[in-house]
């Protein structure tokens, strides 16, 4: 399974033999030159091979150029953070897969009708993981939700997507009676945010590796988003990450800063275990299932996605 490594200090991060190497300095002045970094002891080194996603949350991080290419070789997805610690962008191989440009003309190619009936299926199943979170959390009655997920049309032309956001949200978290779901909004809007932006930076980097265009989406089309695919294949796993957030709410209370504890936590997502085709496999390996599936559909194999299905016992 890929490895999820976050940077949050200082560090010098080199390429030697196929093997990444971190080097932490002793105190910030030693990262104004990559020479003195040079010379510390290596602290660890980690196959390129066994990393997944690179979070760089520090202004002081200093990375080779050999490094990037071999990770981005090795289809990993390297994601940058702000001052706040929020994820800012996303670095992506541009060939991810032999048979690339084959698979964006099928991925160009898929028809109208299809579009629809596959952001049906990902609606259906992100109302059905949406419900069985707040039954299990917070012991609501969702059968307004199961119904209005069976009722979601081709291409969802009724917006039961947002009729069941509006249900599920004021519900989900109820000791912030105002709350709303908002990117700039109040706690625990960050937090979902940083998870949302993890999950994102999966399926970015599933959908290179399958060799699709995560920018041409089934559903979102905005002309400045270079992930439409992205986001619209991880809806159906957004509630796996509401789920993390409940939790550190409840240990947390209003948090709505990103600490090195609430951090640490919200990384260990691509590793959570989801149940997904009848058999539970790690989120990581879920969405390269997800994915998989979508080129299938794309090429007329299949007719439906593979989405996870969320299974939790009452808390």
């Not at 991925?107 to 069985?132: C, E, G, H, M, Y």
């Not at 986001?231 to 990103?258: G, W």
């Not at 149940?275 to 496999?281: E, L, Q, V």
Request: glycine content about 4%; aromatic content about 6%; proline content about 6%.
């Amino acid at each position: 399974m890929k490895r999820t490594l976050c940077f949050s200090n200082p560090a010098y991060l080199s390429l030697s033999n196929g093997q990444m190497v971190v080097r932490l300095p002793e105190n910030e002045a030693q990262n104004q030159l990559p020479e003195h970094l040079r010379s510390l002891p290596i602290k660890a080194t980690i196959p390129v091979e066994d990393v997944g996603v690179v979070v760089l949350d520090h202004k002081q991080i200093t990375i080779t150029h050999a490094l990037m290419g071999a990770l981005l070789q090795n289809n990993s997805a390297l994601v940058h953070c702000n001052a706040q610690h929020m994820p800012l962008g996303l670095f992506l191989p541009l060939e991810g897969n032999t048979l690339q440009s084959e698979r964006f003309r099928q991925q160009i190619d898929a028809s109208l009708p299809l579009k629809k009936q596959l952001w049906q299926q990902t609606v259906q199943q992100k109302i059905r993981n949406q419900a069985t979170l707040l039954s299990h959390a917070r012991k609501e009655e969702v059968g307004c939700m199961m119904a209005w997920a069976a009722q979601v049309r081709s291409g969802d032309a009724d917006n039961l997507e947002g009729r069941a956001a509006a249900y599920y949200w004021p519900r989900l978290f109820v000791q912030e009676p105002t709350f709303v779901r908002d990117r700039e909004g109040a706690a625990p809007n960050a937090l979902l945010n940083y998870g949302y932006a993890i999950v994102r930076s999966i399926v970015a980097q599933a959908l290179v590796a399958t060799g699709l265009l995560p920018t041409l989406g089934i559903h979102h089309h905005n002309r400045y988003n270079a992930y439409c695919l992205a986001d619209d294949i991880m809806e159906p796993y957004r509630p796996y990450v509401d789920h993390m957030v409940v939790q550190l709410n409840k240990r947390f209370p209003s948090c709505n800063e990103i600490t090195k504890e609430v951090k640490m936590e919200l990384l260990s997502i691509p590793t959570i275990d989801v149940c997904i085709g009848s058999r539970t496999s790690p989120l990581c390996s879920a969405v390269s299932q997800t994915v998989a599936s979508l080129y299938r559909c794309y090429t007329g194999e299949q007719r439906r996605i593979l989405y996870p299905e969320m299974q939790l016992s009452h808390e």
